[in-house]
T-cell receptor, first 113, second 114 residues
Framework: GNSVTQMEGPVTLSEEAFLTINCTYTATGYPSLFWYVQYPGEGLQLLLKATKADDKGSNKGFEATYRKETTSFHLEKGSVQVSDSAVYFC????????????FGAGTRLAVHP | DAGVIQSPRHEVTEMGQEVTLRCKPISGHDYLFWYRQTMMRGLELLIYFNNNVPIDDSGMPEDRFSAKMPNASFSTLKIQPSEPRDSAVYFCASLDGGGSYEQYFGPGTRLTVT
């Protein structure tokens, strides 16, 4: 079945450091891929998405590229801020985007000044 | 728009009691999802609706759980009887089927069963 594997956290970085959170997936067909972010005490918010191979999603300085050949969707940011501290979830959905989202376990990011 | 609204935000109850969680999706959204988040199991989809009709309830853990969507602006998730292992944060999310694939999440209900 479909599944998502993302790197375990926590990831601890200093402000302005480069961030990579790895995400790989297993899926049949052509899933859509997402990164969601969860700030403390809040629900999840969509950070970025990609709906087909080689698409690059980007938002707020974060980006991720849908790599079908490596079944990956790694999240990157060139210079993190303290305000980026949160839990990041990689997720996929079936063709059409309306089917259930399958989430990775989440990666906690802590950014220190 | 006010976003997805969930109530209550926190619920503490004793084992064996009935618990009802409520959700108001974003107006115009035709999909509604219920998720459960725990440390041990992460985020799990419990059930989702399209146009008020349940489409996939394979994630509902057992018969003690039931969900309804009587109209486009309201859904409930009921647990009867509740057990300590039901303690979790329950999220509701909605989506516009004619839109951008984005699920909008509510703030969640933190349920504690003692």
């Amino acid at each position: 079945g479909n599944s998502v594997t993302q790197m375990e956290g926590p990831v601890t970085l200093s402000e302005e450091a480069f961030l990579t959170i790895n995400c790989t997936y297993t899926a049949t067909g052509y899933p859509s891929l997402f990164w969601y972010v969860q700030y403390p005490g809040e629900g999840l918010q969509l950070l970025l998405k990609a709906t087909k191979a080689d698409d690059k999603g980007s938002n707020k300085g974060f980006e991720a590229t849908y790599r079908k050949e490596t079944t990956s969707f790694h999240l990157e940011k060139g210079s993190v801020q303290v305000s980026d501290s949160a839990v990041y979830f990689c997720a996929l959905s079936g063709s059409g985007g309306y089917n259930k989202l399958i989430f990775g376990a989440g990666t906690r990011l802590a950014v220190h000044p | 728009d006010a976003g997805v609204i969930q109530s209550p935000r926190h619920e503490v109850t004793e084992m064996g009691q009935e618990v009802t969680l409520r959700c108001k999706p974003i107006s115009g959204h035709d999909y509604l999802f219920w998720y459960r988040q725990t440390m041990m199991r992460g985020l799990e989809l419990l059930i989702y609706f399209n146009n008020n009709v349940p489409i996939d309830d394979s994630g509902m853990p057992e018969d003690r759980f039931s969900a309804k969507m009587p109209n486009a602006s309201f859904s409930t998730l009921k647990i009867q009887p509740s057990e300590p292992r039901d303690s979790a944060v329950y999220f509701c999310a909605s989506l516009d089927g004619g839109g951008s694939y984005e699920q909008y999440f509510g703030p969640g209900t933190r349920l504690t069963v003692t």
